[in-house]
């Protein structure tokens, strides 16, 4: 990852803000970035709203900065990133709008799979597929088996998802082992409930980004967030760009992060 950000800084074709730009890539990489990177999306409807647009055109646009923010948290060297793309509670909604977000996976696939094979950039999905119209969960399936052997960032889209939901499935496989004699109440720990999350086969996030001003998780990863950093930005999703996700990272580095303990501070 780093021999191919000096690359990039190299490129004789750079002009000096692209130079700079490129440098501070180089910086921040080697500083340490999040292994997990978790983002509500958020604002695109009132980024329509603000431009007189219906809110279709927000979640249009949205779709761009998903490209964009992933190829740079890919170029950074993060292992995962997870994207708050619809929630169980996102159904209450206008049946135009559902229906034109249930379309936007398998647009935003069909367009930029070629890049993220190229990219070697793994697609997953955390969520429910029942309720989920038969085109998108085809997008999502061909784009899993397309990009399964990349090696890179795991681009993993949150789809259908509620934690709560999510908390009392684990839970209720966890009663019915009990039930059944196949486990001891002893042997359910914070590891057995982990285990049986969606998140399982994932780091916990590291770092949660919310866009738009809201200050909330909004029944997102509420298990695994529990000693994640959280930064919260007023810029609606559509706006938010390279310099954004940089500006969260650096926040990032900056912070001393103690599970609980005293890391690097004096116990009284």
Avoid: C
Wanted: hydrophobic share 40%; net charge negative; aromatic share 8%.
């Amino acid at each position: 990852m780093f021999n191919k950000l000096l690359k990039r800084m190299a490129d004789p074709a750079l002009d000096d803000a692209a130079q700079g730009y490129e440098e501070r890539l180089y910086e921040v990489a080697k500083e340490g970035v999040p292994a997990h990177i978790a983002i509500i999306m958020d604002g695109n409807g009132r980024w329509a709203k603000k431009r007189s647009l219906p809110r279709v055109a927000g979640h249009h646009e949205g779709m761009k900065t998903v490209r964009k923010i992933t190829k740079l948290a890919n170029h950074l060297g993060v292992e995962v990133l997870t994207l708050y793309a619809f929630s169980t509670e996102n159904w209450k909604r206008p049946k135009m709008e559902v229906d034109f977000l249930m379309r936007l996976p398998e647009e935003f696939l069909s367009t930029f799979l070629p890049e993220l094979i190229e990219e070697n950039v793994r697609v997953e999905m955390i969520g429910y597929h029942h309720n989920l119209p038969s085109h998108t969960i085809s997008a999502i399936r061909k784009a899993k088996e397309a990009t399964k052997h990349n090696t890179g960032l795991v681009l993993n889209f949150a789809l259908n998802y509620g934690s709560r939901s999510e908390i009392v499935d684990a839970v209720k496989d966890i009663a019915a082992q009990v039930a059944a004699g196949k486990l001891d109440l002893e042997d359910i720990t914070e590891e057995r409930i982990t285990s049986g999350l969606m998140t399982n086969n994932l780091p916990e996030p590291d770092l949660l980004i919310r866009t738009s001003g809201e200050v909330r998780l909004s029944n997102f990863m509420l298990w695994q967030l529990a000693y994640t950093e959280l930064w919260f930005t007023e810029t609606l999703w559509p706006d938010f760009g390279e310099e954004s996700l940089l500006e969260a990272v650096e926040n990032y580095q900056k912070r001393n992060r103690r599970f609980g303990g005293l890391k690097g501070e004096e116990a009284n």
